[in-house]
């Protein structure tokens, strides 16, 4: 453990600089989130849901303004009627898309389980199932938008409805996208086909950089409010913003057409969600902050990671490469081991729903499944790569990084 000591001192003073700017960024982001409270003229009532069909349900209402003030958008879907990020993503895309249409994905494979929603393996319900088509450009060798064979492919192929964009890295070695290479690649797209749709999976880049994806070009996103955006607060849910057209149309994807998202009970889901929407950039600060540590860390240690700490960031992951299985599985052992809730478990990989090889996961937090809080998972592949993210407090995430390593240095 001294040597471990060592290496968190030096971690901490590495990152010094780094926890300064984001500490300013993070007094933006809390004025950007209030602003958008005090825009939708938030009141006391407005936290309490509603059951049955959830007509007339102001605070769903509030919160949906709320949303779509804070993207800088027409208008937002906020439900805890989404049971993943997946899921929003999905009924997005099933309600902008017809058969015959085209999906062209600009930044490479999407994350394991929009596989099985777009069909690569002709899965029955999926997008190809119901005669969309899907294309794929990979990103560059330096990891950016290969914006040559965006532009071939859009004056090329006419049956393009949508390109889609991944701003997190999900389950790959690549650097998450910046704003300034999707900004990009949204100005040429709409410049070549005005008519196409632009679409970003969202997940784990809220509130990170200074303005979200609807606010430089984007038509449509969507992801999850079990990470950046629930505050670790949010029992569940997902949420799709975009221009008001578009969320219409995935409203009554969600539910039924005909009914333009008015329907739709709340129940306790409101006081939390707007709660965890105030602490977000708070949480999202403690968890780049945890992140940026990790790195250094484990950097100190000797092991590959991604992003490193002087690298821009644009999500929370933190990529560790860390070379055998049984270091994965320590890695997991010792985050659990630090967890509030479910510490005395062990973690096993096992092929989850969504998934085709085994997957660890750790995680003992309030909300199941929720990657605000501090997790790790990863397919149990080589490299064997873990992802880190999450963490509503610094300290604890320290603690539980170190014990982490420490698990690795026992085993070995």
């Not at 009554?252 to 333009?260: D, F, K, M, Q, Y």
């Not at 889901?269 to 949480?283: I, Q, V």
């Not at 005395?344 to 989850?352: D, G, R």
Request: with cysteine.
């Amino acid at each position: 453990m001294k040597d471990i000591n060592r290496l968190h001192t030096q971690a901490l003073e590495m990152i010094k600089p780094i926890v300064a700017e984001i500490e300013n960024k993070t007094f933006y982001q809390t004025a950007k989130v209030l602003e958008a409270f005090r825009h939708a003229q938030v009141y006391q009532h407005h936290l309490n849901g509603t059951n049955g069909y959830g007509y007339g349900d102001i605070g769903r209402e509030a919160l949906e303004h709320v949303f779509a003030t804070l993207f800088g958008a027409e208008a937002a879907l906020v439900r805890p009627q989404f049971v993943s990020g997946t899921h929003a993503i999905a009924t997005a895309l099933f309600a902008i898309l017809r058969p015959g249409d085209t999906i062209l994905f600009a930044t490479g494979k999407p994350y394991d389980t929009l596989e099985k929603v777009i069909g690569f393996k002709n899965e029955p319900g999926s997008l190809r199932d119901w005669g969309i088509n899907y294309r794929q450009i990979d990103l560059t060798s330096d990891d950016k938008i290969d914006i040559f064979t965006l532009q071939k492919l859009l004056e090329e192929d006419k049956s393009i409805r949508v390109v889609a964009f991944q701003r997190s890295r999900g389950y790959a070695w690549r650097k998450s996208l910046l704003q300034p290479d999707l900004t990009e690649a949204f100005a040429l797209t709409k410049k070549i086909r005005p008519d196409v749709i632009i679409f970003v999976d969202n997940c784990y880049g809220e509130l990170v950089e200074g303005f979200e994806p609807t606010q430089y070009g984007a038509d449509l996103v969507a992801g999850s409010l079990i990470k950046n955006l629930g505050g670790g607060l949010a029992p569940t849910g997902g949420y799709i913003v975009g221009n008001k057209d578009l969320v219409n149309l995935a409203a009554e994807r969600l539910t039924v057409p005909g009914t333009e998202g008015e329907l739709g009970a709340t129940g306790d889901f409101l006081r939390s969600t707007f709660h965890g929407l105030y602490l977000a950039p708070r949480m999202v600060a403690e968890a780049l902050i945890g992140a940026i540590y990790a790195a250094a860390l484990f950097s100190l240690a000797g092991f590959e990671v991604s992003p490193t700490i002087e690298e821009p960031r644009s999500d929370i992951i933190q990529a560790i490469k860390l070379n055998s299985a049984e270091n994965m599985k320590a890695f997991c052992r010792g985050i659990q081991r630090f967890s509030p809730i479910d510490s005395h478990l062990t973690p096993e990989p096992w092929v989850m729903p969504g998934y085709d090889v085994p997957v660890i996961m750790a995680g003992g937090t309030f909300i199941a499944g929720s990657t605000a809080e501090l997790s790790a998972d990863g397919p149990l592949v080589p490299p064997y790569i873990i992802y880190f993210q999450g963490g509503l407090n610094r300290h604890h995430i320290f603690l539980a990084v170190q014990n982490a390593l420490a698990e690795i240095i026992a085993r070995n």
